[in-house]
């Protein structure tokens, strides 16, 4: 029998890469690797800077055009446009008087945190519910939703979905409302979907009392309606810092109210009212309240936890 002819590593190497296989001990780039990279970065967003520019949006784009005039923030690591963190977006919104946001669904889980203006209404699958500045409403895995300014003042939100996650995933859908709102509507004071911010804070003076003075307090908003985001509020007295995290899950904070610094990474990132402050997975974290501040935690935990992946250390 003839000896293989000439046959060398590199042939094999090359026979691999014309079938689209690879070895394992030969690909360049590890499979595996000890702990949580650090891959996406800390980053915050200043509703000051944020405000200006989509009033001009506000000015130069209607809603007939842009069916949400929404502004989503992507995190600086390199590659990404779009994602916030690795499984979330978040965007702000602005809508304005007698505008109206279409009705539409996605497969995507979607909530809102109201910052600023009256007057504005959310129709979640046929309920109506008002948006006030504090509240969180939820727009679970396809509900049809839509938003009207029936008020005298611009309307300012925050929007966060698990978008990136539905696109790693695979599993989007979208649909426009067939006849553009939906039909039958009933207006409603109170609805599941929506926590309101008078309640939230009676939760948290609940929390506190039984936490005492001087600690952090965190209410969790539930019950949980969304399978991928967790949502908490979390009052940090002045003068107070949390306890220092660091969690496989992915975090985004938003400031309800005050003002004050975390430090993630070592890397200290001042924050106020209606700032997004964004702690990518396995990031060591603290919050430190400059004076009384409330922020809503928005994460990926119930993910994690579903799929036995959510490890959480206080280093
Ligand atoms: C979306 O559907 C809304 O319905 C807001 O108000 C922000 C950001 C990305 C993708 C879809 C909304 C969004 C969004």
Not at 83 to 98: D, H, K, L, N, W
Not at 130 to 158: F, I, K, Q
Not at 277 to 285: G, K, S
Request: aromatic fraction near 8%.
């Amino acid at each position: 029998m003839a000896a293989p002819e000439a046959d060398s590593l590199e042939a094999l190497y090359d026979a691999f890469a014309s079938m689209n296989m690879e070895g394992g001990w030969h690909r360049k780039f590890p499979a595996l690797w000890p702990e949580p990279r650090r891959n996406f970065l800390p980053h915050v967003w200043r509703y000051a800077e944020v405000k200006p520019i989509l009033d001009r949006a506000g000015r130069l784009v209607d809603t007939a055009q842009a069916e949400r005039r929404n502004l989503t923030m992507f995190n600086p690591v390199e590659g990404n446009v779009y994602s916030t963190v690795r499984t979330i977006v978040a965007a702000y919104q602005m809508i304005r008087p007698g505008e109206v946001a279409r009705a539409h669904r996605h497969t995507p889980n979607a909530l809102r945190l109201i910052l600023e203006g009256r007057g504005t209404y959310t129709v979640v699958d046929g309920s109506q519910v008002e948006m006030r500045p504090g509240d969180v409403l939820l727009t679970p895995n396809w509900a049809w939703h839509s938003h009207a300014n029936g008020g005298g003042e611009d309307c300012y939100w925050m929007d966060f979905l698990d978008v990136p996650l539905v696109h790693l995933m695979e599993p989007m859908f979208y649909q426009p409302h067939p006849a553009g709102l939906e039909a039958d509507v009933t207006e409603l004071a109170e609805a599941p979907i929506a926590f309101r911010w008078e309640d939230t804070l009676a939760a948290l003076d609940a929390e506190q009392a039984r936490v005492g003075e001087g600690a952090p307090a965190s209410v969790t908003l539930g019950p949980a309606q969304l399978d991928t985001i967790a949502l908490r509020m979390m009052r940090i007295p002045a003068g107070v810092e949390t306890a220092s995290l660091r969690t496989t899950a992915n975090n985004i904070f938003a400031v309800v109210r005050g003002n004050g610094t975390t430090v993630v990474d070592g890397q200290a990132m001042e924050w106020r009212f209606g700032d997004t402050v964004a702690i990518p997975a396995w990031r060591p974290f603290t919050h430190h309240a400059a004076e009384d501040a409330v922020l809503l935690q928005v994460t990926d935990e119930p993910v994690l936890a579903k799929l036995g992946w959510l490890r959480t250390e206080t280093p």
